[in-house]
């Protein structure tokens, strides 16, 4: 009798590639001329990044560049929640980017559905922001890791503990 295997669906930012992708933009925009003698910075706390410049086109820019290097990071844009400009101190400008990670009990009813839909010997499960699933044949959770990659979803998500 063939074991229950399974596999976790979840929504994370993988916080290294996030760390250089930051780094990497504070250096070219260091490096860049019309980034010359601008309050431009970069502050990163656990949850959100806060970006600040002189003015709108230079925020955009900046908002540009930090979305370059976070997909040649392999980072998914998905994962950042890009809140609106606001006037900050001194004339300059702020952006607050929220990272969304987890699965939201919400988010994760749709996810649940597209399994279900399938018609597959498998259970999904909601725990912790993530979603088990499991089943006997492991060609079914295949397909399941399949369907879930091709369905068009507000987050990215990651197939990780396949056993």
Do not use: C, W
């Not at 969304?100 to 498998?122: F, H, N, T, Y």
């Amino acid at each position: 009798m063939p074991s229950e295997s399974s596999f976790d669906v979840v929504s994370r930012v993988d916080r290294q590639e996030l760390d250089n992708a930051l780094n990497q933009t504070r250096k070219e925009i260091e490096n860049r001329f019309d980034f010359k003698h601008s309050k431009t910075s970069i502050e990163f706390d656990e949850k959100k990044i806060t970006l600040v410049s002189d003015d709108e086109l230079k925020m955009r820019n900046v908002v540009d560049i930090f979305q370059g290097k976070a997909v040649r990071r392999g980072l998914d844009v998905r994962a950042f929640d890009f809140g609106s400009v606001e006037p900050a101190a001194g004339g300059t400008v702020r952006q607050i980017v929220t990272l969304r990670s987890g699965i939201s009990k919400e988010k994760s009813k749709a996810l649940m559905e597209k399994v279900k839909s399938l018609r597959l010997k498998v259970t999904a499960q909601y725990q912790d922001e993530q979603i088990r699933v499991s089943g006997k044949n492991k060609d079914d959770l295949q397909k399941v890791i399949a369907a879930l990659r091709s369905m068009e979803f507000e987050l990215p998500l990651q197939f990780v503990n396949y056993r």
